[in-house]
């Protein structure tokens, strides 16, 4: 299985950015789907969004359409999310994983992937 480490993450205030990295080894990243999620204090893990292993297919949770962005450099074996216009609410955990796939497909549903990094810690306050 591939291993992810997360990196990027830290105190922004409100309507700030960040980006998030995710760099894989020990696998070939081009053939894996890769996902973001995140997890807040007392809340479950909760879907952020997602790529195809070719970075043509993504998705995006509701609340994050429109301002957050994620992409791969399968080059560099690292997906990306860039979050803008961040707000309180973002605050959490975030995670990226990884499941080798046949196809050009993603997932939204943690349960499908195989591997998960240590997470990285995103805090939005004044």
């Known amino acids: 299985q591939v291993q992810l480490v997360e990196s990027g993450g830290g105190l922004v205030q409100p309507g700030g950015s960040l980006r998030l990295s995710c760099t894989a080894s020990?696998?070939?990243?081009?053939?894996?789907?890769m996902g973001w999620f995140r997890q807040a204090p007392g809340k479950e893990r909760e879907f952020v969004s997602a790529?195809?292993?070719?970075?043509?297919?993504?998705n995006y949770a509701n609340s994050v359409k429109g301002r957050f962005t994620i992409s791969r450099d399968n080059a560099k074996n690292t997906v990306y999310l860039q979050m803008n216009s961040l707000k309180p609410e973002d605050t959490a955990v975030y995670y990226c994983?990884?499941?080798?796939?046949?196809?050009?497909?993603?997932?939204?549903?943690?349960?499908?992937?195989?591997?998960w990094g240590r997470g990285t810690q995103v805090t939005v306050s004044s």
């Open positions: 790529i195809s292993r070719s970075g043509a297919l993504t």
């Open positions: 994983a990884g499941r080798s796939v046949q196809y050009d497909s993603y997932f939204t549903n943690g349960a499908w992937y195989a591997s």
């Open positions: 020990g696998g070939t990243f081009s053939s894996y789907a």
